[in-house]
């Protein structure tokens, strides 16, 4: 619910603070006090259009902040999911706090929990938290798109209706894949003579990931095999043969050990120095025999080499074309394949899908014809009911009805029972539409095109009241919704406002008295002049400050003590007693 509203530089309300019950809340006080400038901030704070000339004369900008309670987990979670993209909710804290700046250019920020977010986030989390009825553009009887949404929740269908929708998405990517293919199949030809020839090119390569390293180094061997061969001829001679008799590393071990066994004869103490004389020695001759070996099989082969230098340009060509990488170049050429497969199975996919198309069409027409008939009893009642609360509003000869409609679709879906086919969304085959007639003698026409902004309130309320028990909406502003009523009529809307207001949180602004005596929290707007300025106060009232109002409303001021008792009768009536001490 809305705990709090602040409100700096706003129009004529220099620095205001309100604070909501969580009931049903009014608000009265004289024509141009400012009530319909704290709803034009409410709007504003939950993303509405405003625009610079709204700002306080003589100030920089206007803000407007304010603070609700999420007090059900759906809501909270709706909240949640809402600012999923922006991390500014902890799920431990059960308020959130909204607020709007709006300078003198035009030019506005908007913050949750304090982080800036684009405004159509504010605008989001007001179709969540708040409904605003009467002249504002956040009138919700008015976007015909939600007419849908309310018969289904008057109807209880909405099990149906996520059925339906289950099925259209469904079908939407099968179609989604069907238009791919077919889009495909234009460019088969030309696409397939490209998809051959990168897969026959990577495929001839024989790849292999690791290949890369194993070929450059056989290429520098192969390439530096004079050099190779000449510095491993040198360490061979130094180690066995020597470049004169004698003199190898082998001959110089050969002597030293056979001097150092005949000292061990003598010494035995010092055998260890046999023992490692003759290790080196061993160790020599096996570097000697490797060198051998490794000499013999350089092979200075310019016809390897060259076939290497081929290969080496072949694959960086490869990679140039299809990845940075050899492993890139294979997964390259597999799904090149893959894609030359389904292109030379285009035809038979594209029957396959579009068997299941159709067959998925029919089993959504049928669906869809059963949600439509539950709508149509629903709206049969949705209109009866509509019209008793009308008439309780003063509204007693208006005609409500539901127009519910399908559209011809050549791509559509065939419906039991019915020529042709039907265009269906995810809401199913029904374009959905209130109608009322005002006035006895008037034909039934759309409700968003001529309903006044008095009788769109009382419409709304009717509309609340039947539906409130399944309306999410945890806030409900009604303004103007008492134009044109008085005498019985202000009593049933009042009494119905606060009806809504025991599942709903109700702000209503009134003046009727009646209305006003029913109120939880009653709220007084005047205006004050001081400096030379006009300013907006706004006062909490109760006991005789609230039968004054009253009384001020019932008869003007100054206050006589006949309409102060009709206020005090008023007051008593609301809280169930039969007289008020004041």
Known sequence: MLQELAINDFAIIDKLVVRFDQGFNVLTGETGAGKSIIIDAVDAVLGGRI????VRTGTRAARIEAIFSLDSAELAAAIAAALADFDVVDPDEPTLILAREINAAGRSTARVNGRAVPVAVLAGLGDLLVDIHGQSEHLSLFKVSGHVDMLDRCGNTNERRQAVAALVRRLDALQTEEARLRVSRRDAARRLDL??????EI???????DEEAELEAERVVLANADRLATLGATARTALSEGERADTSAR???SRALATLTELARIDPSQQALVEGTQAALFSVEEVARDLAHYLAAIDADPKRLAVLEERATLLQSLKRKYGTTLAEVIAFGQRAA??????????????ELGEQAEQLRIELGREAAALSALR???????????????ADLNMQRARFAVALDWHPSEIGVPVPGNEGRFACDETGLDRVEFLIAPNPGEDLKPLARIASGGEASRLMLALKTILSAADPTPTLIF???????????????????????RTHQVLCITHLPQVAALGDEHLRIEKQIADGRTRTVVTALQGRERAQEIAAMLGGTPVS???????????????GQPTLPF
């Open 51 to 54: 625009s610079g000339e709204m």
């Open 195 to 200: 998809l051959k020839f990168q897969v026959e």
């Open 203 to 209: 495929e001839a390569a024989k790849l292999r990931p």
């Open 251 to 253: 001959d110089t071990l």
């Open 338 to 351: 893959a894609e030359q497969e389904e292109l030379l199975h285009t035809e038979d996919r594209l029957e």
């Open 376 to 390: 149509r009893d629903a709206a049969a009642e949705l209109s009866r009911r509509m019209e008793q609360q009308l």
């Open 479 to 501: 303004d103007e919704v008492d134009t044109g009523v008085g005498g019985r009529g202000a009593q049933v809307v009042g009494e119905k406002l606060r009806d809504l207001a």
């Open 561 to 575: 003590d006949s309409t102060l008792r009709t206020a005090n009768e008023l007051l008593a009536r609301a809280q």
